[in-house]
């Protein structure tokens, strides 16, 4: 089933949903498939990132998740990290900010003593009916927060990985079809895709692994901090299964391509992850 309407401020809370997100890996058990690993999840404080970043402690590995000022939702996040006896580091901060990008990596590496494996997560999306509704400075944000950011943090992680090291970008079905009211969001998740194939091939050579995630609708704060109360409602309805993915539903893909055990001779890939659609070859 979908979700009922209900609309909040941006950049959206996970308390403040009805019902809300299964996002804690309730149930998961974890078989030593990141032992010892260290992991970046941007957007990790709530949602697919949240979900992710409590699997990949179930799996033992110690993270750090960058997010905007959700400072609540980090907590619990943190919460559920610590509760499973691994590290994680709490980093507030605008990633549209080149610097800030940066210095995520840097404090991860001083937090967690080093970086072995990076999810690009975060994302921005606002909705316009025609084109020309979409100003040059929300074009600009949107790339900037949902394009530039994964570029710049793995820029700056670069140098901190090495062979067995593995990049898991977070890309959207908006990126593989398109949408008519999210054009900008759309192209920075078909850039997110192309990217991932380009950085897989540049990086084979040095043993580093670079695959994606793409999602088909799924419950998180993005959703009704982001879209009108009418398009909240019955979300998700639309793919076959009749209802949206919960972020929990999302993160053991992403656990697979981090785990080298899993997932060694995997890269350039994107696992759609889409409710029963099916794309076109």
Excluded at 102 to 118: A, F
Excluded at 215 to 235: A, M, N
Aim: proline share 7%; glycine share 10%.
């Amino acid at each position: 089933m979908g979700k009922p309407g209900q609309q909040q401020e941006r950049p959206g809370y996970t308390e403040a949903m009805t019902p809300e997100p299964k996002d804690s890996m309730e149930g998961y058990e974890g078989r030593g498939l990141l032992k010892d690993r260290r992991a970046l999840i941007t957007g990790g404080d709530s949602g697919i990132g949240r979900a992710v970043a409590v699997a990949f402690a179930k799996e033992g590995a110690d993270v750090a998740i960058a997010y905007l000022e959700e400072q609540e939702d980090a907590e619990r996040t943190a919460e559920l990290v610590e509760a499973e006896r691994r590290q994680c580091v709490l980093l507030p901060g605008d990633l549209g900010n080149r610097e800030h990008c940066r210095e995520v990596v840097d404090q991860t590496v001083k937090g967690l003593g080093g970086l072995d494996v990076l999810v690009n997560n975060i994302a921005y999306q606002k909705p316009a009916e025609r084109p020309e509704d979409i100003s040059d400075e929300q074009w600009e944000h949107t790339f900037n927060i949902n394009m530039h950011s994964f570029h710049r943090v793995t820029n700056a992680a670069l140098p901190h990985m090495g062979e067995g090291s593995a990049i898991v970008n977070c890309a959207s079905v908006n990126g593989l079809r398109g949408n008519k009211t999210l054009i900008d969001y759309s192209a920075t998740k078909g850039a997110i895709i192309a990217w991932t194939y380009s950085m897989a091939q540049a990086l084979a050579p040095r043993g580093i692994r670079v695959n994606c995630v793409a999602p088909g609708p799924v419950w998180t704060p993005l959703i009704p901090s982001t879209l009108p109360e009418d398009h909240v409602e019955g979300f998700g309805e639309q793919v076959p299964m009749g209802r949206p993915a919960e972020p929990d539903e999302l993160a053991p893909s992403f656990v697979f391509l981090a785990a080298n055990r899993m997932s060694s001779y995997i890269t350039g890939e994107v696992i759609a992850a889409l409710g029963g659609e099916t794309m076109p070859d």
